[in-house]
């Protein structure tokens, strides 16, 4: 037993990998027991096993094995991870396990693979199982059929995907081993549990007695619906709704709507494999099909009809094959080839599917004509065809044409499209078979049931019972209207006759159950079986269809509804009784009499004729009284209004009796229920009385109170008939006039345009003036409604008429057409929501309906369509302008276009694009010539027209788009969504293709309401979209996420990832939420909903407004229809639409009182969750061009917590004035509510831009005079405007400076001068400058104004990004078209001028001469005035001692200081960006910071610590070639990024471990957003100091601290690690470290790898680890220069250092040698000249014999493995990037290499001339003597151009002391003779200032970064910066260096250069140049902080010397500053020349 106990001591998961199977045993057991223990998934322990968890599964000892599994299942059961073990796992289970003895082993396998299914791994396991059904042991295919069946029995066909394994169902019933083919039956019968019939297709062609089998076991099966039983894991709720039923005992009635939802409706087609057949036709078909004989024809269609019988064909291009067919369907003489052409498109049409719709529009016209035939067996064929067609497409796609036929003489055509209709309807669904296509059908319909053949009548009987079972009573009765009764009848009976397709689910049955629950709307979803109806209804759709579409249950549930609905408005929902009385008969007059008598007293019947008219008055009133009193039910209306129309009738003579008559007939329509039948009775009357002076105004009232109880249009259509039936002008005119009111009164929905439109045609050539005049005013209400078309019907009017109507038309453009407020209190909620809103949207596509419209098929000739498909181009334009002609002409066209569509579709792809173009634009025209009825066409050239989208020219994807959209906007969307092709186009990886018809949809999407499921189809491509290699289409992918989401929903969409791969699917799935987050409501349906104001206001008063947030939340996101919000439906939904636009008229006294409260409320921390939300993209950001209904939503409810109800209303009312009333409200409250005010500023001011967009002015005054009350308020408050504040007002502000008004053009410049007082001018800049860009030449103007006022009061610090980028835009603008920009833009620049100088010109860059010669114009004018800049700058340093960090309540303490009266008569303002712009002021400022956070610190660190002086260390960078082109003030580098960076920056190196993780999460969470992160930009050194300061607090003080707890240590660590990688990742950040922060950086992190301390925490293993990946990515993104540098300049700092262990230097070569290994791909990018400058800096102090006496031999390996790399990569010319060598001869390095190079061309035996000197440095000259001339060339270029001249001389002086022999005489010849004696004086001045000098430190540093510490650091600072000025001159400080530096030469300074330190004092070892530490500058600096600062105020220099030598001041004597400026610049000469 000895080796046992070996074993024994093993940790566990050793054990399990030992070779002794009792050890693994054991091990396994163990592994058992622990995993049921560890009860934290995401423990750290389960990764332990990953890679073990095969093993279990597959070890090799059967005992073992089985507790292997048994661990296997309890690890995949419990781990976080184990999802990455599945595909291994389960292989091994099938190989494995499967084909084990022992039952045991296979029941715990199958466990294994079921539990991973529950982890969501469900497609893995699958394809193992599948790739299982392959093996050739039977006993593994036995098990994996059963593990798939059990699966399927568990998880169900929704997680199962079917596809795959019905695939291999036939092969497995081959099989030879019976126990195979056993098993496959039984899961083909699991599988037709799940999917019914869809099985048999696929299975049709086993075996037949398998077959037979099967077909007996399938009848056994249990006919309920199968349900889930196993649950995955995502699926816990619907798990525990499971068991809960379980419990109940069965199916609950919950269970209903889940079952829908559980098992989806499997289309065996779906399961088919798809055939290709097109390449499979016979060769010479097309021949034979046009043959003479019919037997070849017949050959022909019968190898068709083979190919077509496959029943799922791939898709392809069917359009010649159908043609054909359709040629000899309408053509072919032979009836036995119609029928076999006629199977052949049925065979087709059901292959091909949705696929086939383009097609149905040609052929359907042709079937339907082709009934004529007599034979059934033709018929039957043509019948067949027809039917599988229509399933294929839409009935509103085929509508045109099959309407065409129902007018055909021949009626067995008219009777077979009767049938056909009937049949197509039974296929629909309310909601697909929509009123405005009931309509034309029952018109065409109603002539068939009157003709004269039976069968036609017969047929039309049977299609109307149809419609009327499908679409319900209630829609389809106003069209049956005349119907007689006996006719009515028999369609109703025919309707009960009616089988739908969909089941019995539309029965009256299921319409009570239905409507029970959801009020009587449910019945919109009646037909839910059908495949779209069902994916409506699926989650979202009762929510978006109920409210739609709602034929009304049994009317019974309306009544109560509609009661309560509308207030009680004394409505008693009377939709049973209305929809009778439509048919009220006639009564005779007796009958009348009786009725009447029975209810009115008997003398006023008496009196009624009576002679006297006194009589007849008090009979009168006697009838009103009665009529009053009458209740609804008892009012015979009919046999009333027949009594006050009996003799004297409406010729009553006596005006009081008439009035009173009148006004009792408006009394009885009111009160009673008054039918069509009654209204016959008065209308004439009234008509007659309209014009009456003294009547007429009670007969409107009749006629309106008429038109409220039979509806408007029919009302209407017999007043205006009446009216110009008789002669009188003044009651046609008055007619027209009362339509006028009407209309808006009413709305215009229903209303018959064309029968108006020809009365008014007739008005408008009256006689009369006031006819015509009332014509024109109705013209202009119904313009409201119907929108330009109208004026089309006008279009032959004279032209003296047409100007008047086009006068009314232009009054009501821009205004909205007023909502509704009658004719819906009568009828019941129900009736009256009846479908109006299609209408409401349908209006203006009726009238383009009823325009006249030529056909103009005939002339699209056969000639025609072959002249546009010839080969000459030229012949192919011709075609093409015959088609634009032909249009043009016939200006409206009917849909019939013959074979253009297929002509112009090949012209699509024409390989001439100018005939593209013109393509595009004849479909663009023939979208508004066709109108509506060009969605047939969609398919077959709109889809077309979207390929074009990828074209490669610009211009032609411009024309496309257009196109597109001019289509969309007459079809509407669906048509483009529906079937495969949209995401057959974005399948194609074209990138043009892609992000236009992605831009398409994102920009279309968001307008609908609902669209088709096949939008799911697309999102495969979305997300590959989203990976795609070009930019823009990854962003426009992302812009369209969530429109997509918005209609599919999250849940589908994350579905949809499943199929991605690992990485990609993560990727998506963060977009996926992140979109989540944007994701915008859908559009409400228009809203209708003020029309109910009159009755649903009560209700809906008392919404709070944070239901109404849930309501919209809801509408979006939930997927059930949740009843309690139905029956709220009649009020609260539709309130919702417009609850925005309108306050109560009257509000209750109680509410009057409530005004006493504060208006703004303050909610703690209101303002900051906004913003975070805000951030966090949760809301929409604030920006738009104009404002979205959704973004006024989104404002309402976040003001609903923090403004007064009565006030909120008032703000978000419809009419102005109520604006006007809320802001007097709140100037009134804005002293009392200061702190109100502050809380709610953000939501005020967002408020505020949307008074911006009124058009009315007094708003706007209004709205400004508030602005400067708050903006005062604000100052005298000392608040700070956020970010978020500003960046949401500031841009809309900056619009209104353009306005045309001059007042308020004032107003605006006087607030954004105020607004200076409360945010920085710098960041005004920016706003302003956008402004710039406006189209409105007014505001160009103004802003440009405003930013010379702002240099003017600021001087050049407030330009952003720098000065020079700012003056180049503005002088943009001097170019401008307009006058008054350009003198502004001149202004501007001129105010610069006074400011600044000359400068001006360098900062301007190359303007045009015209241009530059205006402004020097200018300039000279203006007379230079004395610069003002400077002193006021010193002046504002009070004001901005207090803006430095974001925190307000902060700010808000601090102490109010006087401003100097000079800024404000300039400009109150105080400029604070957060970066200052003259260095001292930058330290005062950050002093008065750290004085007022001191008391936040723990005062284990000096509190200065806390503030990065960014300003100073950012210099330190080396120059990048990124660097922007800098102006003379150095601190224009630094862009002004938001003061809160720099704030939030000051606390990372806090000593308070909490704020410092609090700032270091904040900001990571920047880093991690690629839009945000930019935001860092400029700040990444700053940060990375904080960063390390942090670390080195940790490493001293919280390391050592015993109190601290560990673990907080432990979180400060990660978090520091982990917002550096974040950085880190991001290469555009990480290349801005400059080398100094990265020595620091990476001497923390070593330190820290290194420190022991770290280790023994618990966690510290994993911290050791992170900085690890930390490291190796600061190596690998940083900028490689830099990093390189640093490591060399850290290990030279380390090996002098005695204290460091050897182990840091080590780690410092290990950096360095991963360096090298990266050199190969990185060498480019890197600046050799400063590595070889440290590597000869490094030797200088290290030389060989040094560095041999190292303990190690690394460091010399080091060195030389690097020198070796470099010369291998760079071969000799290497030796060419020694320039910043002084004295190179004399380095070691030198020799080193060329004995590198030299070696190594030995090596390669390369032709180097062997036979000259060996002599290293002749080699060198070889190589670079090749480039002299190159070298020479372009250093002559530079100094002939302007900006450089500097710059060259000094790079040829340097050549020239470099390479004395240079021959530069070749160059000056050619030159003028000034020019050579300009070179040599510029060589003589550099020669003189550079002699006497004595070398400073031969080998100083000489890039900027490696500054000697001698030099204090701050004139580095200003050193580097100038050398950013990319050439350009600098100003005056420099020439007043220069004259120092004479004076001193000249002997007038007594200072000598030698009084500087020597630079070997400050280390024990020769010169040695250090990196200026970023720490150690922190602390000289401060040192020299105070002085500087006192010094400071009494400098009398002008402003740009105070930024050069601002600093220089500090220094001991001038002399030393002037040396040091001069020999800095020496350096910087060389740097640039070694940048060149």
Same mark, same amino acid.
């Given at each position: ?127 193992? &199982? ?355 009764? &006996? ?11 009616? $089988? ?142 027949? =009594? ?61 109170? !008429? ?94 008429? &047409? ?51 030529? /056909? ?180 426009? @992918? ?330 180049? $835009? ?196 920047? &880093? ?64 801005? @470290? ?80 991963? =360096? ?17 400058? /440290? ?65 190594? =061309? ?61 021959? !530069? ?172």
């Amino acid at each position: 037993m000895g080796d046992d106990s070996e074993w024994m001591k093993l940790p566990i998961d050793q054990k399990c990998e030992h070779k002794l199977w009792k050890a693994r045993l054991n091990g396994y057991e163990e592994a058992l027991k622990l995993f049921q223990k560890i009860d934290d998934e995401k423990s750290p322990e389960w990764s332990k096993y990953l890679g073990l968890i095969k093993k279990f599964v597959t070890d090799s000892n059967a005992v073992a094995q089985l507790k292997g599994l048994e661990a296997a299942l309890a690890y995949v059961e419990n781990a976080h991870v184990a999802g990455k073990t599945t595909g291994e796992v389960a292989s091994g289970v099938v190989n494995k396990v499967f084909n084990q003895p022992k039952a045991r082993a296979k029941e715990l396998g199958l466990d294994i693979c079921l539990m991973y299914i529950e982890i969501e791994k469900g497609e893995a396991v699958q394809e193992e &199982l599948l790739k299982g059904l392959d093996n050739k042991n039977p006993k593994i295919i036995v098990a994996c059929i059963e593990t798939l069946r059990k699966a399927l029995s568990e998880f169900g066909s929704k997680i199962i995907s079917l596809k795959p394994i019905i695939k291999v169902l036939p092969k497995l019933f081959e099989s030879r081993e019976k126990a195979v083919r056993d098993e496959a039956k039984l899961l083909a019968v699991e599988i037709y549990r799940w999917i019914r019939d869809a099985l048999r297709p696929p299975l049709q062609n086993i075996n037949s007695v398998q077959l037979k089998e099967l077909e007996e076991e399938w009848v056994k099966v249990s006919s309920s619906a199968p349900k889930q039983t196993r649950f995955l894991r995502s699926q816990q709720e619907l798990k525990a709704k499971f068991e809960q039923q379980q419990a109940v005992g069965g199916d609950a009635d919950g269970g209903g709507d889940d079952e829908e939802e559980a098992v989806p409706q499997v289309d065996a087609y779906e399961l088919l494999e798809a055939v290709e057949i097109l390449s499979k036709l016979p060769k010479d078909f097309y021949e034979k099909i046009e043959a003479k004989k019919w037997q070849e024809r017949k050959e022909a269609l019968e190898a068709v009809e083979v190919l077509v019988k496959n029943p799922k064909l791939e898709s392809g291009d069917y359009a010649d094959l159908v043609k054909v067919l359709k040629k000899v369907v309408g053509k072919d003489t032979n009836v036995m080839l119609v029928a076999l052409a006629a199977k052949c498109l049925a065979g087709l049409a059901t292959g091909l599917r949705k696929k086939f719709g383009q097609y149905a529009g040609h052929v359907v016209p042709t079937i339907l004509e082709k009934f004529k035939e007599k034979k059934p067996q033709v018929v039957q064929a043509l019948q067949e065809a027809i039917d599988a067609i229509f399933l294929t497409t839409t009935l509103q796609n085929i509508s045109e044409d099959v309407l065409a036929v129902m007018d055909n003489k021949n009626p067995t055509i008219k009777q077979q499209t009767s049938l056909f209709i009937a049949r197509s309807f039974r296929h629909c669904t309310p909601s697909t078979l929509p009123k405005s296509l009931l309509k034309p059908f029952c018109a065409a319909l109603l002539k068939h049931i009157n003709d004269s053949a039976p069968e036609v009548r017969d047929a039309g009987f049977e299609a109307l019972g149809t419609a009327l079972k499908v679409a319900g009573e209630k829609a389809v009765n106003p069209f049956l209207a005349d119907v007689d009764k &006996l006719k009515l009848d028999r369609i109703k009976e025919c309707a009960e006759k009616v $089988e739908l397709i969909y089941g019995k689910k539309t029965g009256g049955a299921a319409e009570k159950k239905e409507g029970k629950a959801v009020n009587g709307k449910a019945p919109a979803l009646s037909g839910s079986g059908d495949k779209e109806a069902k994916d409506a209804a699926a989650k979202p759709g009762p929510l978006k269809k109920a409210p739609a579409v709602k034929p009304g249950g049994p009317p019974k549930k309306g009544k109560p509804a509609a009661a309560a609905g509308m207030g009680g408005a004394g409505t008693k929902g009377k939709k049973g009784p209305e929809t009778k009385e439509i048919f009220e008969p006639e009564l005779s007059i007796e009958v009348c009499e009786e009725k009447a008598a029975a209810v009115l007293p008997a003398s006023c019947i008496q009196q009624l004729d009576s002679g006297n008219w006194k009589e007849r008055l008090a009979s009168m009133e006697e009838f009103q009284k009665a009529v009053e009193l009458m209740e609804r039910s008892e009012m015979p209306c009919q046999a009333l209004v027949r =009594m006050l129309a009996k003799k004297p009738g409406w010729k009553e003579t006596n005006f009081q009796v008439m009035q009173m008559k009148l006004h009792i007939v408006a009394l009885i329509a009111q009160k009673g229920t008054f039918s069509k039948t009654s209204a016959q009775v008065v209308l004439d009357g009234l008509v007659d009385k309209v014009g009456d002076v003294k009547c007429g105004s009670n007969a409107k009232e009749a006629m309106t109170a !008429i038109a409220e109880a039979c509806q408007l249009p029919w009302t209407a259509e017999q007043v205006v008939a009446m009216a110009f039936s008789q002669k009188n002008p003044k009651n046609q005119s008055e007619t027209l006039n009362w339509l006028s009111n009407a209309i808006k009164e009413f709305g215009f929905s229903g209303l018959n345009v064309k029968a108006f439109i020809s009365n008014v045609k007739t008005a408008l050539a009256a006689t009369n003036p006031a006819v015509r005049t009332s014509a024109i005013t109705l013209l202009g209400v119904m313009y409201l409604y119907v929108g330009p078309p109208l004026r089309m019907f006008f279009e032959d009017e004279k032209p003296a008429l &047409l100007s008047q109507i086009d006068a009314e038309f232009e009054k009501m453009q821009g205004q909205t057409a007023p909502a509704p407020i009658r004719g819906i209190s009568r009828n019941s909620a129900v009736s009256g929501d009846d479908g109006e809103e299609e209408e409401q949207e349908d209006v203006g596509n009726d009238v383009v309906d009823l325009l006249p419209r030529t /056909d103009i098929g005939d002339k699209i000739t056969a000639e025609l369509v072959s002249k546009i498909g010839d080969k000459n181009w030229k012949i192919r334009k011709e075609g093409l302008d015959e088609v634009t002609s032909i249009i043009n002409d016939a200006k409206f066209i009917q849909p019939n276009i013959g074979e253009l569509p297929a002509a112009l579709k090949s012209r699509l792809n024409d390989s001439n694009k100018i005939l593209v173009q013109q393509t595009l634009s004849i479909l663009q025209q023939l979208a508004t010539a066709m109108g509506p009825s060009i969605k047939q066409h969609v398919k077959n050239l709109g889809i077309p027209v979207i390929t074009v989208l990828g074209d490669s020219k610009n211009n032609v994807r411009a024309a496309a788009l257009a196109t597109v959209n001019a289509w969309a906007e007459q079809t509407g969307m669906k048509e483009w969504l529906e079937g495969e092709d949209l995401s057959e186009e974005l399948k194609k990886e074209n990138p043009f293709l892609r992000q236009e018809l992605l831009g398409w949809l994102a920009e279309k999407l968001p307008t609908l309401r609902s669209v088709p499921s096949d939008l799911l189809l697309c999102v495969p491509h979305l997300y590959s979209c989203l990976e795609d290699r070009n930019g823009d289409v990854r962003k426009k @992918a992302q812009d369209a996420l969530p429109f997509f989401m918005m209609h599919l929903g999250f849940e589908k969409m994350a579905k949809a990832t499943g199929k991605l791969k690992p990485t990609s699917k993560d990727q998506v799935l963060a977009m996926l939420d992140k979109a989540k987050a944007n994701m915008p409501a859908k559009p409400a349906p228009p809203a209708k909903a003020s029309s109910r104001v009159v009755g649903g206001a009560a209700p809906a008063k008392f919404q709070p407004a944070s239901a109404l947030a849930e309501d919209l939340g809801s509408n979006a996101m939930e997927s059930k229809p949740d009843p309690k919000k139905a029956k709220a439906g009649g009020v609260s939904s539709k309130a919702k639409g417009v609850q925005g636009k309108k306050v109560l008229s009257k509000p209750n006294l109680k509410e009057d009182d409530d005004k006493s409260g504060p208006i703004f409320i303050i909610v703690p921390n209101g303002k900051e969750q906004r913003m975070k939300d805000e951030k966090a993209l949760k809301v929409l950001k604030w920006n738009f061009t104009t404002p979205r209904d959704e973004y006024i939503e989104q404002l309402k409810t976040q003001m609903s917590s923090c403004v007064a109800k009565w006030l909120q209303d008032e703000m978000f009312h419809a009419d102005f004035q109520h604006h006007n009333k809320a802001l007097a409200v709140m100037i009134e409250h804005l002293e009392s509510e200061k702190d109100g005010v502050i809380s709610c500023l953000d939501l005020i001011l967002k408020w505020l831009t949307l008074r911006f967009f009124d058009t009315n002015t007094s708003v706007l005054m209004k709205a400004l005079e508030y602005l400067k009350l708050l903006f005062h308020m604000l100052s005298q408050e000392e608040y700070h405007l956020t970010e978020n504040e500003a960046s949401s007002f500031i841009p809309y502000l900056v619009l209104k400076v353009g306005e045309p008004k001059d007042v308020i053009r004032r107003d605006v410049r006087a607030i954004l001068n105020r607004m200076c007082l409360i945010y920085p001018a710098s960041k005004m800049f920016t706003f302003i400058m956008e402004g710039t860009k406006s189209k409105n030449s007014k505001q160009r103007a103004e802003c440009l104004e405003e930013l010379g006022c702002l240099v003017e009061s600021y001087g050049m610090n407030v330009c952003q990004p720098t000065p020079g980028k700012a003056l180049k $835009e503005m002088a943009t603008h001097i170019g401008d078209r307009d006058n008054t920009v350009r003198n502004a833009a001149l202004n501007t620049i001129v105010t610069v001028y006074n400011v600044h100088g000359d400068q001006v010109f360098k900062l301007i860059g190359n303007l045009s001469e015209k241009d530059m010669s205006m402004l020097e114009e200018r300039i000279k004018r203006s007379a230079k005035r004395p610069s003002t800049a400077p002193v006021r700058q010193a002046e504002e340093k009070p004001q901005r001692a207090q803006t430095v960090s974001a925190n307000a309540s902060m700010l808000r303490k601090a102490p109010a200081e006087d401003m100097s009266s000079k800024l404000n008569q300039n400009r109150s303002m105080g400029s604070h960006s957060e970066a200052a712009h003259t260095v001292p002021r930058e330290f005062q400022l950050d002093l008065d910071e750290i004085e007022n956070d001191n008391g936040t610190v723990r005062c284990e660190m000096p509190a200065l610590v806390q503030h990065k002086l960014d300003d100073i260390f950012e210099p330190v960078l080396i120059p990048e070639p990124k660097i922007r082109a800098v102006s003379p003030h150095f601190d224009d580098m630094h862009s002004n990024t938001a003061s809160t960076i720099n704030f939030v920056i000051s606390q990372v190196a806090s000593g308070d471990i909490n704020t410092s993780i609090q700032a270091l999460a904040q900001i990571d969470e920047v &880093l991690r957003q690629e839009d945000k992160a930019e935001a860092m930009s400029g700040h990444i050194d700053q940060f990375l100091i904080a960063t390390f300061m942090q670390l080195r607090l940790i490493y001293n003080t919280h390391m050592a601290d015993e109190k601290l707890d560990k673990d907080e240590i432990v979180k400060l660590y990660s978090c520091i690690i982990g917002s550096m990688i974040s950085l880190f990742q991001i290469e555009s950040l990480a290349r801005e @470290a400059s080398t100094g922060v990265l020595k620091d950086l990476m001497h923390g992190l070593i330190t820290l790898m290194l420190d022991s301390r770290v280790e023994d925490l618990e966690e510290g293993e994993q911290v050791i680890r992170s900085v690890n990946l930390l490291v190796v990515k600061v190596l690998e993104k940083s900028d490689q220069t830099n990093i390189l540098s640093a490591l060399l300049v850290l290990l030279q700092d380390s090996l002098l250092a005695t204290a460091i262990s050897p182990k840091f230097s080590e780690l410092v070569m290990k950096c360095l040698w991963r =360096m090298v290994r990266l050199l190969p791909q990185t060498i480019n990018s890197i600046n050799l000249d400063r590595i070889l400058l /440290d590597i000869h800096i490094f030797m200088k102090i290290f030389p060989k014999e040094k560095l041999k006496q190292c303990k190690s031999e690394f460091p010399i390996r080091t060195l030389k493995t690097l020198l070796h790399t470099l010369c291998k990569l760079k071969g000799p010319k290497i030796l060419d990037h020694l320039t910043m060598i002084d004295n190179r001869n004399e380095s070691e390095l030198e020799a080193h290499l060329c004995r590198v190079v030299k070696h190594s =061309m030995d090596q390669t035996g390369s032709k180097a001339d062997k036979d000259t000197e060996k002599g290293a440095s002749r080699i060198e000259e070889k190589a670079s003597k090749a480039k002299v001339n190159d070298i020479l060339a372009e250093i002559f270029k530079k100094i002939g151009s302007k900006e450089n001249t500097k710059e060259g001389l000094a790079e040829l002086y340097e050549y020239k002391k470099k390479y004395s022999d240079a021959d !530069i005489e070749p160059f000056l010849k050619n030159s003028s003779q000034f020019f050579q004696s300009y070179v040599e004086r510029g060589l003589r001045l550099i020669e003189t200032e550079r002699e006497g000098k004595g070398r400073i430190g031969a080998s100083a540093g000489i890039s900027s970064q490696m500054e000697g510490t001698c030099v204090p650091a701050s004139t580095h600072t200003v050193s580097s910066s100038i050398g950013n000025t990319n050439g350009e001159e600098v100003g005056p400080s420099v020439y007043l260096e220069r004259l120092k530096i004479l004076r001193q030469r000249c002997g007038l300074d007594n200072a000598k250069q030698e009084d500087r330190p020597p630079l070997t004092s400050l280390l024990s070892k020769p010169a040695v140049p250090t990196v200026a530490s970023s720490t150690d500058m922190l602390h000289s600096k401060l040192s020299q902080l105070r002085e500087s600062r006192e010094q400071y105020q009494h400098l009398d220099l002008d402003s740009n010397q105070t930024h050069s030598s601002g600093i220089g001041t500090t220094l001991a004597s001038p002399s030393s500053a002037a040396a040091n400026i001069d020999d800095l610049k020496k350096r910087l000469e060389r740097i640039k020349s070694s940048r060149k």
